[in-house]
């Protein structure tokens, strides 16, 4: 009985390298791969097949264009084929369905294909639907008057010198009534 419980034992380390040999030799498609979870969401929300498989190949983050399309769908009433179009066109398909959902959450699908677009130019669309629906919840505008109100804010620099003063040329930069001749180098 001794003899057998130690065998027991010794073949757990065995059985263990086992399933971790054979774990590690499964196919990566059987696990899932970024790809693959982006095809599955779009064929999911609507997409042909065509569409799923071209906007996942090109996508350098497949996943995130998968969920950009799902949460502006889900979200909106803005169609999965209309949001594909949106989200393959942005570095951050992310922010893109956030500043969607944000600013289209009650509104119709022609408002919401506006709010996409405008969303989409915005080089910082977080930033633009916070602006919309804070405007939107203070400000009796109608929804395209504050995006466009919004969007033509832009992204102004802060925290600039009010000092800057242009230099022209001849000029000097420390005291502009100082003029600077340039020293041309011999036999010019």
Known sequence: MHHS????VAAIPLIVTGLLAAVSTAPVAAI???YQTCASELLGAGISEEEAAAACAASLNPEALSECVIEIDAGTAVEATDALSGCQRVRRPEELSTCVVDIAFDIDAAEGLSVL???RRSLLPERFSECVVGLR???GFPTDEILNTCIAAGDRPR???PTFIPVTPNQSPINPDIRVTPILPMGQ
């Open 159 to 161: 925290d600039l010198s």
């Open 117 to 119: 677009d405008y969303c």
């Open 137 to 139: 919840t203070e400000v």
């Open 5 to 8: 419980f130690l065998l027991q």
């Open 32 to 34: 899932g791969n970024d």
